[in-house]
């Protein structure tokens, strides 16, 4: 046979690849209980979140009495007005007309007054001159004249001293006008400061409530927002506890092994005829041989 003189082996059947498949589970008790968490997360997934509006907190009732009060403008406007005016009147050149109206009112009295003790000297002195004789006399004239000059001058000498006392009145009313108007003025700046000083006292106040008003909004909001949020907490902490316990994996593996596909027959004539040609190549070449030896 030309198969047995030949140097070829035939052909070697072909054969199935090996393979093996590992399938690693929990244990069904376990692996039931996270498909259930797995479908509560999943429902959980497609329920929209409740999201509670942001709120902001209003002015409270004393801002708005700050705010109302700080747009009343000129709140010392009327008394800084009355102090101005009192200071342009108290400027004023002091006049006949400011004068008069502290000029005595019974001055007419005190001047008839002495207008009457002089005509009784007068009386007494014409009395005089008749007992002696001499009434009608230059005497009796110059001390007729003298009595009528000496009631002139009293009559003059009151008179100026009520108009000093006038004029001293008056000048003294123009001063305490002068600083009345300039007391007014620092009253109506005082009275508006003191304005302000109640705005601000209202408006610190009422932002002082507003400011707890806008932490109550937002504690309810967070508190809203946590309740929306705890069934995913719960979720996440029943999750925790599945994946820090024990675990039980069950291992089934499937594995193939290469097999020929040829009779044992062929399978043993296919290895002698694979043997026969080896021999003879290695016969043939000495080098070869030798590297098989392991020369």
């Known amino acids: 046979m030309s198969i047995l003189g030949g140097g070829s082996a035939p052909a070697q059947p072909a054969s199935a ?22 479908d509560i997360a999943a429902k959980l997934g497609q329920t929209p979140v409740n999201i509670p509006t942001m709120q902001v907190a209003g002015l409270g009732g004393l801002e708005q009495r700050g705010v109302t009060a ?30 008069a109206q502290y000029l005595n009112p019974y001055q007419s009295y005190v001047t008839g007054e ?23 006399g230059g005497r009796q004239g110059i001390q007729a004249a003298e009595e009528d000059r000496a009631r002139l001058a009293n009559i003059g000498q009151s008179m ?25 003025g620092q009253l109506g700046q005082a009275q508006q400061g003191m304005a302000q000083q109640d705005i601000n006292q209202l408006m610190a106040a009422g932002g002082l409530q507003r400011q707890l008003a806008q932490q109550a909004l937002d504690a309810q909001r967070q508190t809203a927002l946590q309740r929306a949020y705890e069934p995913f907490q719960r979720a996440e902490f029943v999750k925790n506890i599945y994946a820090a316990g024990p ?3 069950s291992t089934i593996t499937q594995s ?15 290895a002698g005829l694979g043997a026969y040609a080896t021999y003879s190549l290695l016969n043939k070449n000495p080098t070869a041989a030798a590297l098989a030896a392991g020369r």
């Open 17 to 38: 690849p090996s393979t093996t498949t590992q399938y690693l589970r929990e244990a069904p008790g376990i692996e039931e209980r996270k498909l259930g968490l797995m």
């Open 70 to 99: 700080s747009g009343v403008t000129g709140v010392g406007q009327p008394t800084v007005g009355a102090g101005v005016t009192a200071v342009q009147t108290a400027t004023a050149p002091v006049g006949a007309s400011q004068i």
């Open 114 to 136: 002495i207008t009457r003790q002089s005509q009784m000297r007068q009386n007494q002195l014409a009395a005089q001159a008749v007992g002696q004789g001499a009434f009608g």
């Open 160 to 184: 100026a001293t009520g108009f000093q006392t006038a004029l001293g009145a008056a000048q003294t009313q123009q001063q305490l006008g002068l600083q009345g108007g300039q007391l007014l």
């Open 247 to 249: 675990t039980s994996q």
């Open 256 to 270: 193939s092994i290469p097999t020929s596909t040829g009779s044992p027959l062929a399978q043993a004539a296919g």
